[in-house]
C-alpha cells in the first residue's frame, strides 16, 4: 500500500517543480522530499524522476501516479475536511424512547428538524429492553428509559422526572376507591405496573391488580386514553403521555395526595464519540423535558 504521505510529498514536488521549495511548502527539509522519492520509488520499483541536474521531468511511471495520485489526495483533504467540521445542525440522528415521552418529545424534535433541514430525525417507540440493546448495537444513538440497564455498553444518566397519574372521565372530580372499582380498568402495556405503583401509596384498599376490573386494553400508548374520554373507564398513565392527549376536556388527571413519579434516564453508548448533531439533539431533548417540569410544578 502506498504511504500517503510520500505519496502527498511527491503531488507537492510536482506541482511546484523544485525540491527545495516544495521542502519550504511542507516544513521538511530538501533530503527528506528527495528521501519520500526514493521510498517510492523503491516501492513501486521504477524511476518516477528523470533527474536533470537539479531540474527533472517526469517518468512514465511518475506520470500515472501524479494523475492519479492527485485524485486520492484531494479525497483525501476533503475526507478530512468533512471530519472536522462535525456539523451541530446537519446528518442523522437515531433516537428510541418509550411510547408515553415519545407522544411529548418526537413533535417538538420535528420542530428543531424544520428549523434546520438538514438535520434528519429518526425516532422509534419501544419498551425498556430494547432500546438498551439498540444503544449497545449502535442502532441509535440516544436512548431514553424509565430503568437503569444492567448492559456496560450503556451509559445512563438521570434527565428528568415523569409523574404517574390517575386518569378519570371528567365526571369524577375527586376519585374514590369505589369509584375506580366501579369504573373499571382501561388496562396497557405498563398498565399493572404504574397502577400498583399509583394506587397503592393513595388507596389503602389497593392490593394488588387483579382487583381492578378490566374494562379495556390498547398497546398504542396514543389511544389508551380513548375509552377514558368515552367513559369507559380509568387509567393510570406517565404525564407525558397525558400532555400529549389532543382532548384534554373530555378527561380529568388527577395529582393525588402521595405523588408518584419514574425517573427517566438518557442514555447513549459508553465507548462512542458523541458527536455534535447528537448534542444538539440531547440539549434540545433537555430543554423540552426541563420546560414540561416547570408546567408540571406550576399546575
Known amino acids: ?43 513501486l520499483g ?3 524522476l528523470i533527474r536533470q541536474g537539479k531540474s527533472f521531468t517526469l517518468s512514465s511511471t511518475g506520470d500515472r501516479l501524479y494523475k492519479e495520485g492527485q485524485k486520492l489526495i484531494l479525497s483525501l483533504n476533503d475526507l478530512e475536511k468533512r471530519l472536522g467540521l ?55 444513538d440516544i436512548g431514553l428509559m424509565t430503568c437503569l440497564s444492567k448492559l456496560g455498553e450503556v451509559n445512563l444518566k438521570p434527565i428528568a422526572e415523569d409523574e404517574l397519574l390517575l386518569v378519570t372521565p371528567p365526571a369524577i372530580i375527586a376519585p374514590n376507591w369505589g369509584q375506580l372499582l366501579a369504573l373499571g380498568f382501561i388496562d396497557h402495556p405498563d398498565g399493572p405496573h404504574h397502577a400498583a405503583q399509583l394506587l397503592s401509596a393513595n388507596f389503602p384498599e389497593f392490593q394488588n391488580s387483579s382487583q381492578l376490573t378490566i374494562s379495556g386494553f390498547s398497546n398504542q400508548i ?22 400529549a392527549f389532543k382532548d384534554s376536556s373530555k378527561i380529568k388527571a388527577h395529582r393525588l395526595s402521595n405523588r408518584v413519579s419514574e425517573t427517566l434516564y438518557l442514555g447513549v453508548h459508553a465507548n462512542r464519540f458523541t458527536e455534535n448533531k447528537v448534542k444538539t439533539v440531547i440539549s434540545e431533548i433537555k430543554k423540552c423535558l426541563q420546560d414540561r417540569l416547570e408546567e408540571e410544578k406550576k399546575a
Not at 88 to 110: C, D, F, M, Q, R
Open 222 to 243: 396514543n389511544l389508551i386514553l380513548e375509552p377514558v374520554s368515552m367513559g369507559l373507564g380509568f387509567t393510570v398513565l406517565p404525564s407525558h403521555a397525558v400532555g
Open 1 to 43: 500500500m502506498i504511504n500517503p504521505t510520500w505519496l502527498r510529498t511527491f503531488c507537492t514536488l510536482v506541482e511546484i517543480g523544485h525540491f527545495t521549495r516544495t521542502a519550504e511548502s511542507l516544513h521538511m527539509t530538501q533530503s527528506g522530499v528527495s528521501q519520500h522519492v526514493r521510498k517510492l520509488e523503491a516501492q
Open 86 to 140: 462535525d456539523p451541530s445542525h446537519e446528518g442523522t440522528v437515531k433516537l428510541a424512547s418509550p411510547g408515553s415521552v415519545g407522544l411529548k418529545l418526537y413533535p417538538h424534535l420535528l420542530h428543531l428538524q424544520k428549523r434546520h433541514p438538514k438535520l434528519v430525525i429518526e425516532y422509534r417507540f419501544a419498551p425498556n429492553s430494547e432500546i438498551e440493546k439498540l444503544i449497545a448495537d449502535h442502532k441509535v
Open 46 to 48: 521504477q524511476p518516477l
